[in-house]
């Protein structure tokens, strides 16, 4: 285990239906030094006790059951258990190519690669829907990328544990956003990207215990976070870009904001702060957005009433 190259991390919540089809697209791959660490976050289901069948018969799978903590708090437990020279990532919810590791190392070893990305396809119901196919490009194309969401989600690639130890964990996003602020870190901090430009990865896209759903106004204020984060490394580095992320943190921070005047879940600390960079964005140019710019000056100037006629609205067409 001291020069293991891989680890897979898989964070698990009440994931029994997919669980099974998960592990044993992890356990049959083609190269075989690696292990799997899983972090069973406060499961209610059957999750936990499947994963324990599995590490039963393979000595390679190690669990670890915590108190629900969400998905930063299970991320960070995983990567903290792991011996791997390079972390591998995979939802409870989703599967591998069984030459995920295989295809990846081979990268690893021929271009010393610090990550390697990985082509993928989203499924909904089981019909396809999407496919990402990566190709080669400059590490100052693949920085960028991950600044502006092009490459932010942990699955789509694997990288040295050296980096993974330098991040710094996005604790207050757990509800969502935490992958493309950690990915956004990750990729700075690389100094070579590989890429196999096959499909290695299978994202399942409707799945009723994924962050991605059920947008409420903690959703929104985490994405305002990470967009505000991705404003700050434009305003050092991609200038160009400024307004592209100004405009999301915008869009997110007023969103956010509006929902909580009906589900009243945000602290007083998390309001302040909107209000605090909606009167700093008020100084700021951005173009277009001109439903959140009128909703942002509703919000500096205690206008709910407007907030709530848009969450009304909003809350009708998405039902």
Same mark, same amino acid.
């Given at each position: ?133 990566? %190709? =080669?490009? /400059?590490? *100052? ?6 600044? @502006? +969401? ?131 964005? %008020? =100084?700021? /140019?951005? *173009? ?6 009128? @909703? +942002? ?23």
């Amino acid at each position: 285990m001291e020069n293991l190259m891989a680890s897979i991390i898989i964070p698990v919540y009440q994931a029994e239906k997919y669980i099974r089809r998960c592990l044993d697209s992890v356990i049959h791959q083609t190269y075989k030094d690696f292990e799997v660490v899983i972090i069973d976050d406060g499961s209610t289901d059957k999750s936990g006790s499947i994963c324990d069948e599995y590490a039963s018969r393979d000595h390679r799978l190690h669990v670890y059951h915590q108190d629900n903590q969400g998905v930063t708090a299970a991320r960070y437990a995983g990567m903290k258990n792991a011996k791997g020279k390079y972390l591998f990532w995979v939802d409870a919810d989703d599967y591998a190519d069984v030459h995920l590791l295989e295809r990846a190392m081979q990268v690893i070893d021929r271009e010393q690669a610090d990550i390697v990305v990985w082509s993928t396809i989203t499924y909904v119901h089981g019909k396809e829907t999407e496919r990402k196919i990566w %190709k =080669e490009q /400059p590490l *100052s194309d693949w920085k960028r990328d991950s600044v @502006l +969401s092009k490459c932010s989600v942990l699955w789509m690639f694997c990288a040295q544990k050296k980096l993974w130890d330098k991040v710094n964990y996005p604790m207050d996003m757990a509800h969502a956003a935490e992958d493309g602020d950690i990915a956004m870190q990750l990729f700075m901090n690389a100094q070579k990207v590989g890429v196999v430009t096959d499909p290695m990865y299978y994202y399942q896209d409707d799945t009723p215990h994924s962050v991605t759903h059920g947008k409420s106004s903690f959703w929104y204020f985490d994405n305002y976070q990470l967009w505000r984060n991705r404003l700050r490394v434009c305003e050092r580095n991609y200038p160009e870009s400024i307004d592209y992320c100004a405009q999301r943190a915008l869009s997110c921070a007023v969103k956010s904001y509006c929902l909580d005047l009906k589900l009243k879940d945000l602290s007083d600390s998390n309001k302040a702060e909107l209000i605090r960079f909606l009167t700093e964005a %008020k =100084e700021r /140019p951005i *173009s277009g957005r001109q439903k959140e710019k009128f @909703l +942002s000056w509703a919000i500096r100037n205690k206008f709910d009433f407007i907030c709530e006629l848009y969450v009304r609205h909003k809350l009708k067409n998405t039902r």
